[in-house]
């Protein structure tokens, strides 16, 4: 008997083993590329969830913007009626909102206007708007320009109607509306 196996049988050996070694390749190449899968499916999963996040703070972001800005304007609560003649008109306010400077009015039918204060008017303050006309009106539109307590230049346009006994009714025509 030979203790050396013989070539035949060394062949096969080798054969088997190769095989063997390459199924073994073959079951670790199919696990490796399955979990490769399931990893980029969790990931793909985690970055569509981090977006879906990240588009919710956006937008709970820009409404805490939009609220800010609101609440940085001014209310103007007008006294409803007017003091001198029909043709200069003194309209007063208390700004019930965000605090104001830099203040101008412009009215197309007012031969001149003004606000005072006009470098600063704070919540609850008081301004009044004074307009000189070259005849009386039985109603006029004006525009109110300051800049919001976060430098926003804005404005507020406005028509006054002129009633009897000297009494104006003030109506906001148009809202806060940035300038620049």
């Known amino acids: 008997m ?9 062949t096969t050996v080798a054969t088997v083993a190769g095989v063997f070694i390459a199924f073994l390749t073959f079951c670790v190449l199919v696990r490796y590329t399955n979990e490769t899968i399931k990893l980029r499916r969790a990931a793909e999963s985690q970055l569509k969830t981090a977006q879906d996040q990240l588009s919710v703070a956006e937008k709970a972001l820009q409404q805490a913007i939009k609220e800010r800005r609101l609440a940085s304007h001014p209310i103007f609560i007008w006294a409803g009626s007017a003091g001198g003649s029909s043709s200069a008109i003194n309209l007063s306010f208390t700004n019930r909102g965000g605090p104001i ?77 940035t300038i620049g």
């Open 2 to 10: 030979n203790a050396f196996p013989s070539t035949d049988e060394v």
């Open 101 to 177: 400077s830099s203040c101008y009015v412009n009215s197309p039918s007012a031969r001149s206007s003004a606000v005072i204060p006009r470098a600063f008017i704070g919540n609850g303050e008081l301004g009044t708007v004074e307009f000189h006309f070259n005849q009386p009106l039985d109603s006029f539109s004006f525009e109110l320009c300051f800049t919001s307590q976060h430098g926003e230049v804005a404005s507020q346009q406005f028509t006054a109607v002129c009633g009897q006994d000297d009494n104006i009714e003030v109506r906001l025509t148009r809202s806060t509306e």
